[in-house]
């Protein structure tokens, strides 16, 4: 069973000499007394035989990374009760995915991002081909990438730009014309040694 499976791997110890990225926020200086955001986000893996995650492209008219793709989350509200209410809530709000559908498998790595946020990522399963809306204001596309061609470290490309006048190293993964890279790929890059998929 998928849930099942993901939850051993994601509890297991890492593989001997696996390292797992801490974040890029090496390039962000932080004031004294300046805090990263706490921020989680929602990894749906697809309940089929060849399971796929759901990712969304964000629209271009967002003011923080327009265009880019994503997994749906934000920003953990006051409101919220926590990392996997707050991803749940974000998947409602992005793309109508209804919470009484998800499985939640547990957390996965926290990652730290340039732009100031703690990011804890929720694995979760999902039933396949739910109809999901994206939310006219924030989500241009939701789309399912398949589970063993992300996690294949074979297409986890390393790259670098200039940023900030810092030389900024970071992962990208491309398929179908989706180019997904910084943060959302990194986490994958995680997820990936973590759970040492195929297992």
Same mark, same amino acid.
């Given at each position: 069973?998928?849930?099942?499976?993901?939850?051993?791997?994601?509890?297991?110890?890492?593989?001997?000499? %696996?390292?797992?990225? @801490?974040? =890029?926020?090496?390039?962000?200086?932080?004031?004294?007394?300046? !805090?990263?955001?706490? &921020?989680? /986000?929602?990894?749906?893996?697809?309940?089929?035989?060849?399971?796929?995650?759901?990712?969304?492209?964000?629209?271009?008219?967002?003011?923080?990374?327009?265009?880019?793709?994503?997994?749906?989350?934000?920003?953990?509200?006051?409101?919220?009760?926590?990392?996997?209410?707050?991803?749940?809530?974000?998947?409602?709000?992005?793309?109508?995915?209804?919470?009484?559908?998800? %499985?939640?498998?547990? @957390?996965? =790595?926290?990652?730290?991002?340039?732009?100031?946020?703690?990011? !804890?990522?929720?694995? &979760?399963? /999902?039933?396949?081909?739910?109809?999901?809306?994206?939310?006219?204001?924030?989500?241009?596309?939701?789309?399912?990438?398949?589970?063993?061609?992300?996690?294949?470290?074979?297409?986890?490309?390393?790259?670098?730009?200039?940023?900030?006048?810092?030389?900024?190293?970071?992962?990208?993964?491309?398929?179908?014309?989706?180019?997904?890279?910084?943060?959302?790929?990194?986490?994958?890059?995680?997820?990936?040694?973590?759970?040492?998929?195929?297992?």
């Amino acid at each position: 069973m998928l849930a099942d499976r993901l939850r051993r791997a994601l509890e297991a110890a890492l593989p001997q000499g %696996t390292s797992l990225l @801490a974040g =890029d926020h090496v390039n962000l200086a932080l004031a004294a007394g300046d !805090t990263l955001l706490a &921020a989680a /986000v929602l990894v749906p893996i697809t309940d089929r035989a060849n399971p796929g995650v759901i990712l969304t492209r964000r629209t271009n008219t967002m003011r923080r990374h327009p265009g880019q793709v994503a997994f749906p989350g934000g920003r953990i509200d006051p409101e919220d009760d926590g990392p996997v209410d707050a991803a749940l809530r974000e998947a409602e709000e992005e793309i109508a995915l209804p919470r009484r559908h998800v %499985t939640i498998i547990g @957390a996965a =790595d926290r990652y730290r991002t340039v732009t100031g946020y703690d990011v !804890t990522p929720i694995v &979760a399963v /999902v039933p396949p081909d739910l109809v999901l809306v994206p939310s006219e204001a924030e989500v241009a596309q939701v789309f399912e990438v398949p589970l063993d061609f992300i996690l294949d470290s074979a297409n986890h490309i390393r790259a670098s730009a200039e940023w900030q006048g810092q030389q900024r190293h970071y992962y990208e993964i491309n398929w179908d014309g989706h180019r997904i890279w910084g943060a959302t790929a990194a986490m994958i890059v995680n997820l990936s040694r973590r759970l040492q998929w195929p297992r």
